[in-house]
């Protein structure tokens, strides 16, 4: 698996299921029982550098190839819906529109740091779709859904999954959404 990724720059991807410390604890169940978790490869990296545009300077990594994950919380009334959306590093979400519409919300904005990695399971700035609780939609812009390769977070600051497109497309939950991204 190592050998096949053009993206990763500087990076040294090996097989995912091969190392499963390098990734979340959910991150590591949701490898464990996908029926493509064998395509996704993990590299360990700087924590300090995890953010995507640090990680694209430091690692090599094209930004075009990044994919950020976003919890976004949805409120109508008492009732708060999570959804996970995943677009290009070189676009944004569109939260207000798109996103609030889906979750069927009056408001929508970006999930408190402290809600998003409590429910996740997963460390802040390394939250990915892969592994996120089952009820929540996870929203994938075209774009992402059609990339040959992509790099995301691992659940964790310390390392990136390598992953294609089509992938994350097929994860539980996974709709891909036109306009999700601007």
Do not use: H
């Amino acid at each position: 698996m190592g050998g096949v990724w053009t993206i990763a720059g500087t990076l040294t991807p090996v097989p995912a299921l091969d190392r499963l410390d390098l990734v979340a604890g959910p991150v590591a169940a949701a490898l464990r029982s996908m029926a493509d978790g064998s395509r996704l490869a993990v590299a360990e990296i700087d924590p300090a550098l995890a953010d995507t545009a640090e990680f694209c300077a430091q690692y090599g990594s094209p930004l075009e190839a990044s994919a950020n994950c976003v919890v976004v919380a949805g409120k109508r009334g008492d009732t708060i819906r999570y959804a996970a959306c995943v677009v290009l590093a070189t676009t944004r979400a569109d939260v207000n529109g798109v996103v609030r519409r889906r979750l069927d919300a009056r408001k929508a904005s970006f999930a408190p740091m402290d809600d998003a990695v409590s429910l996740s399971g997963m460390e802040y700035g390394g939250i990915t779709p892969v592994g996120l609780p089952a009820d929540w939609p996870v929203l994938l812009s075209p774009e992402v859904a059609a990339a040959p390769e992509l790099v995301i977070g691992s659940g964790i600051r310390g390392s990136k999954l390598l992953v294609p497109g089509e992938v994350l497309a097929k994860l539980p939950g996974a709709e891909v959404v036109e306009g999700l991204a601007r």
